[in-house]
């Protein structure tokens, strides 16, 4: 009776000893988005708007705003902990039976009273791949969670960068518009003089109109992306006025495309979800061997009638009719979708790199002819026909023309910069974090 006492005292003790396993999330978070602070877990819902943002906005401080507002990065964190309460889940003993049945003989005579103490014998022998199979699903919950993180920054810099590029574009068109008009003023008043023609004034007029209409739509745009921006900073109802310092990233050290491959194959974290899913399955697989034996129980039985008797005691299903054959096929089918998912995953981490690795390269070669070529051939002829009117050979019409080329010419390199700048970002995203991204000027 003692060694019985002492047994169950063990058994009690094992099924205390709870330690989760050691899986900081919140570390490799603060790692992957290079943040001084981890970001904290909040209970609470975040405020629907949040405190306003400084006049003056760095591209690194509006993504750090961004993922301490983000609702996406909570939601990813609060799933981390249910992971964990189903890791530490995993790792307690199942509750032990108590069964008590009195039965009082017809004639009389001492009541015979029947005491069963037992547990169930399969979640203890599957207690070893349940404590691996909830491992595998926090770290891939974990995994996740850095991949929305990923998500959050690469959205914040597109939508930084959009509303940087798209306010030089406003800028731009406004002076094109100022010089259409100018030239306008010039041929109506060449008109008045009989030295223009009709046909001079409605083509600068269907030009100006032309360019109202360009530069009321990307009005509207870079309205559109200030308020995509603010949302994205917590406050949809706050300014969008903010000094944007950060100017766009058009050179980047670009590295081999095998490297950028072998590195995202490495680092990104929706690779790392998709296996650690699958071995969670492949536990799963395991633990259905034995479903069969579910509902069984072992334990100790005692019964008083003169006396008492003490002895072990086992229940187990027959396996007539249910073999667990459809359960073992369920779980082997999830596993081999997990298998095809992560080639799935793979292939489409491949095919991003590539086609981030193309752009940028593409894209920093043409702007960079744009800004070595064509700026200054435009320049130039803006020069030499500034000298001819101070000179006196032509009108102004002719260095207005030439003025209107130069700033067609810088809208197509601010347009070529902000592909680019938006594809660099892309194929840091691609690549899980490559480093790749140049320092904030």
Not at 97 to 126: H, K, M, S, Y
Not at 305 to 317: E, F, I, Q, R
Not at 410 to 430: N, P
Request: charged share 25%.
């Amino acid at each position: 009776m003692k060694r019985t006492i002492k047994f169950l005292a063990l058994t009690a003790a094992i099924g205390c000893a709870t330690a989760p396993p050691s899986h900081d999330t919140a570390a490799q978070i603060q790692s992957a988005a290079s943040l001084e602070n981890a970001i904290v877990f909040h209970v609470e819902a975040l405020p629907a708007e949040a405190a306003g943002a400084a006049d003056s906005l760095r591209l690194s401080a509006a993504v750090e705003r961004a993922l301490r507002q983000s609702t996406e990065v909570q939601i990813a964190l609060a799933e981390v902990r249910g992971a964990q309460a189903a890791a530490h889940q995993s790792r307690l003993l199942p509750n032990p039976i108590l069964d008590i049945a009195f039965r009082f003989p017809a004639g009389g005579g001492r009541t015979v009273v029947e005491a069963g103490l037992t547990a169930d014998l399969t979640q203890l022998l599957q207690r070893p791949r349940r404590i691996s199979a909830a491992d595998a699903r926090l770290r891939a919950t974990s995994a996740k969670a850095v991949a929305t993180v990923l998500d959050v920054m690469h959205a914040t810099q597109q939508k930084y960068f959009h509303c940087v590029g798209l306010r030089r574009e406003v800028a731009i068109l406004t002076e094109q518009n100022n010089r259409i008009g100018e030239l306008l003023k010039i041929a109506e008043a060449k008109l008045a003089a009989g030295e223009g023609t009709q046909l001079d004034v409605t083509t600068l007029k269907a030009e100006q109109a032309t360019g109202a209409i360009d530069l009321r739509e990307d009005t509207l745009k870079s309205t559109q992306a200030n308020l995509a921006l603010a949302h994205r900073l917590g406050q949809p109802r706050g300014r969008t006025d903010w000094e944007l310092t950060t100017p766009l990233y058009i050179q980047v050290a670009l590295r081999g495309e095998p490297d950028s491959i072998a590195h995202g194959l490495r680092v990104r974290p929706e690779i790392q979800a998709d296996r650690w899913q699958l071995a969670a399955l492949e536990d799963q697989t395991a633990l259905a061997r034995l479903a069969w034996m579910e509902n069984n129980a072992a334990g100790l039985a005692a019964e008083r009638d003169s006396d008492w008797s003490l002895g072990p005691s086992v229940a187990l299903p027959l396996p007539l009719f249910d073999w667990g054959q459809a359960r073992r096929d369920a779980a082997r089918a999830q596993a081999i979708a997990a298998r095809h998912r992560l080639t799935q995953t793979t292939r489409q981490v491949v095919r991003e790199i590539r086609q981030a690795h193309t752009a940028v390269a593409a894209l920093m070669t043409t702007a960079r002819r744009a800004r070595t070529e064509l700026l200054p051939l435009h320049e130039e002829r803006v020069r030499l026909a500034r000298v001819v009117y101070e000179a006196g050979q032509s009108d102004v019409t002719v260095l207005r023309l030439a003025e209107l080329d130069l700033l067609k010419a810088q809208l197509i390199i601010v347009q070529l910069e902000h592909r680019t700048a938006r594809a660099i970002i892309a194929l840091d995203r691609a690549t899980g974090g490559s480093g790749e991204r140049p320092n904030e000027q």
